[in-house]
């Protein structure tokens, strides 16, 4: 057999490398390119989603009923991980109406729901029922079974935010559909109210033993909290088992800021969904401004400097994944004063 030392055609080359299962890096536009562009921060007025969430509870198809969630999609359906709704996050609006249920189930996800408008919904939490009303904060830590019922009058329409892109991304998103089976016992939340009785070693990695924290508690401490340098106040929910996160990505904090006040800048390598509780104003994100209301929706990409303007006295609501990132050593946060 003659050798032949001939350069293969370009063609030639690319179905030996297709036919091998290589590929050149110097044609990936991830490998050492240029830094993708950041994200772009991105408001849901309530004013928009109002009538599109009448819109889906007035549907009744079998599918629609099933689960009654509209999801809040990222700008850019090109990015790594798409859909979420920021990297890392994903957030939906969920609409239960008088005497509807969402059967029970589980997934590796982690969840959370904020009530935005409605009350008198319960969700069930590995067997504990967790009452809904506006402004409570209601725990799905991953594999624990949870469903909903609405025995209460008038649509209750709540953000869930999920963890979901992370887990796909990771290959870990598993879910598996009710019957409830091999319920874990669980410690009564009382016996945490304080976080006076707790576990002699708690596990860092636990999550919140208690699911559902209430907006009365929630308000009242974030009016006593004592202001940040720049005037606002701040409290975190915390599993009171480790005085650390609520779940493993899922990080939330309460944010109080006066009428005329501008919080200090803030950038971080982490990812926020915020909804607006109560009050008016703008948020800077780089050379980004997006204005906000009551029950509305935004996101805050990583790596922007970012400043919330308060017009009335405000109180936003904000989930992170700045938990994961610190656990992963890449969380990077800085403040100017
Ligand atoms: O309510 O259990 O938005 O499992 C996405 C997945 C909500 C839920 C979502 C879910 C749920
Ligand atoms: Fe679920």
Known sequence: MIETSAEPTAAQRRAAWDAAGVSPLWENRLAHGAAPAPERPMVWPWQ????LIDDAAAMNSVDVIERRVLSLMGPDPTAPGYPFTITNLNAGYQILLPGESAR????SMNALRFVLDGNGANTVVDGKVCPMFE???ILTPGWTWHEHVHPGDGPIVWLDVLDAALHRYLGTD?????PVRNMPARTPDAAYGYANLLPEAPDPTMHSPVFRYPWATASAAVAAAPRGPDGARRVRYVNPATGGATMSLLDCTLVEIDAGRTT???RTSSHAVCAVVEGTGHTQSGDATIAWGAKDVFTLPSGQWMTHYAAKRTRLFITTDREILRRLDLLEESWKS
């Open 48 to 51: 928009t989603m109002k009538p």
């Open 104 to 107: 029970p189930h589980r997934h």
């Open 135 to 137: 402004g409570d904060l």
């Open 174 to 178: 598993a879910f598996e559909p009710g």
């Open 264 to 266: 200090a800048p803030f």
